[in-house]
């Protein structure tokens, strides 16, 4: 078994000790806001439509449900606050990807894949230009993703449109580890994830769609009008219900084994300096993201600090969402590690935060879609990392299918299909971690699958970081 370049050029204990002394356990993006608050709600009232969640995915659908029909009443019911979860905690990759990039999109659609890009571009591109019309202040910068190579078996990994060899890649970043890279220019924006949460939100009331925070849906029920009920005691009667719960236990029995939580880790610096940007260059602020099976991601903020997150993705026996799993010691080491094996040059940088999240994992990597109720429930969940930008094409997926329309996106394969289920515990902690430790040794053996990730492929099921 070989090492990796983490491995080979780990920096000393010190400096790893020195950057996370006075890392405070908080998420960044929450800081840098002020959020408004929503009341929870306390009665019983009625709506043409509900929404279950206040993270991206619902509030999509908001905004989208009253620019297609101002008319319509929405209400959006939101467990916590509006974007505290994924929504709030990501990177901030906004990718036009609908598939979680080609090569997983080709693996299981390859003839609807040329239909899927322009889908996700013209997605993108419809994001852009909400962020323009409604005046969003969300940090949007449309500098594309740039992929790098940091081991030689990556190398042709990186061939096609948009190929940069060592010198070129180099040019663009300054990082002794990267061998080669591509740059997407055009299918990636960098957004600060909680102010668009926010601004999403903003639009949505402005649009007069009604908002209750703190109102958790405890269970809905109905043959016709679906009455969803909420942990106070408090009904909204409604002619249509869109769940969008990300990784947080279906309220539909048939779906609760199609997604599992694994928690990602992130850490984000202080401000660079002038000479510390002068010496990494990164002057056209692509988001950035290593190649191997446990990958890295990383991206400037507005203000130039760097986030750092990725690698680890771990899953808890039992499939909870819990606080205490977001502190993981070993995970923040290990990623503070590889940032200055990355930039050894920003030796002295110290971060400044550090957080985690739960991702909605599903075993295709990316959203499924359905209806239940006879229609009068949609859903879309299992985006696995890359819902930021997804999450707008889903809204448009679930009201189509609660208005009975039959559009370019229903019809597509991969909204009509589902992915495999994960089975349940003992076996899905005992699978999940086996495939862990099997992409691992890919990583650390030029990228070789053994026999489980083979088999794996062949079914259509596996796991991703």
């Known amino acids: 078994m070989g090492t990796t370049v983490f491995e080979r050029q780990r920096p000393h204990d010190s400096l790893i000790d020195a950057?996370?002394?006075?890392?405070?356990?908080?998420?960044?993006?929450?800081?840098?806001?002020?959020?408004?608050?929503?009341?929870?709600?306390?009665?019983?009232?009625?709506?043409?439509?509900?929404?279950?969640?206040?993270?991206?995915?619902?509030?999509?659908?908001?905004?989208?449900?009253?620019?297609?029909?101002?008319q319509r009443s929405v209400v959006v019911l939101e467990a916590a606050?509006?974007?505290?979860?994924?929504?709030?905690?990501?990177?901030?990759?906004?990718?036009?990807?609908?598939?979680?990039?080609h090569e997983n999109g080709m693996s299981?659609?390859?003839?609807?894949?040329?239909?899927?890009?322009?889908?996700?571009?013209?997605n993108l591109d419809g994001i852009?230009?909400?962020?323009?019309?409604y005046g969003m202040d969300v940090d949007w910068e449309r500098t594309g993703q740039l992929a790098v190579a940091v081991e030689p078996h990556q190398i042709d990994w990186m061939q096609g449109e948009g190929f940069?060899?060592?010198?070129?890649?180099?040019?663009?970043v300054h990082s002794p580890t990267y061998l080669a890279g591509n740059w997407d220019r055009t299918g990636c924006a960098m957004i600060h994830p909680a102010k668009l949460a926010v601004e999403l939100a903003r639009v949505a009331t402005e649009l007069g769609v009604v908002i209750h925070e703190r109102s958790r849906v405890t269970g809905i029920r109905g043959s016709g009008r679906q009455t969803v009920t909420v942990a106070s005691g408090a009904t909204i009667t409604a002619d249509h219900v869109a769940l969008a719960t990300n990784a947080f236990p279906s309220l539909l029995k048939r779906n609760r084994l199609m997604t599992v939580p694994v928690y990602d880790y992130v850490l984000m610096t202080e401000p660079l300096s002038a000479e510390q940007l002068r010496s990494i260059g990164w002057r056209n602020r692509q988001g950035l993201a290593d190649s191997a099976n446990q990958f890295h991601y990383y991206r400037l903020s507005a203000d130039n600090r760097i986030l750092f997150g990725g690698y680890d993705a771990i899953y808890h026996f039992g499939g909870k969402v819990r606080a205490e799993y977001e502190e993981r010691p070993e995970s923040?080491?290990?990623?503070?590690?590889?940032?200055?094996?990355?930039?050894p040059q920003l030796e002295g940088l110290r971060f400044t935060h550090r957080w985690a999240g739960a991702i909605d994992s599903c075993s295709r990597f990316c959203a499924f879609f359905g209806t239940a109720r006879g229609g009068r429930v949609a859903y879309a969940t299992g985006f696995t990392g890359l819902g930021v930008g997804a999450s707008r094409f889903a809204a448009d997926v679930m009201l189509d299918e609660l208005e009975g329309l039959t559009t370019e996106r229903t019809e597509l394969e991969m909204v009509r299909t589902r992915p495999i289920p994960f089975p349940p515990e003992p076996a899905a902690a005992i699978g999940v971690n086996?495939?862990?430790?099997?992409?691992?040794r890919a990583d650390h053996n030029a990228g070789r699958r053994d026999l489980l990730l083979k088999t794996l492929d062949a079914v259509g099921m596996g796991f991703d970081s």
């Open 81 to 101: 606050r509006i974007g505290w979860a994924a929504s709030g905690r990501n990177g901030g990759f906004c990718e036009a990807s609908l598939t979680h990039g």
């Open 164 to 172: 940069l060899d060592q010198d070129a890649v180099r040019a663009e």
């Open 108 to 122: 299981r659609w390859p003839g609807e894949m040329e239909r899927l890009e322009r889908l996700g571009l013209e």
């Open 19 to 70: 950057a996370l002394r006075d890392t405070r356990h908080a998420t960044f993006w929450f800081d840098d806001i002020e959020r408004p608050s929503h009341p929870p709600l306390t009665d019983r009232t009625r709506a043409d439509l509900v929404i279950v969640g206040g993270g991206y995915a619902g509030l999509w659908t908001a905004v989208r449900a009253k620019e297609r029909d101002p």
């Open 128 to 133: 852009q230009q909400s962020v323009e019309r």
């Open 434 to 440: 086996l495939v862990r430790r099997s992409m691992d």
């Open 332 to 343: 923040f080491r290990r990623l503070a590690s590889h940032f200055f094996t990355t930039f």
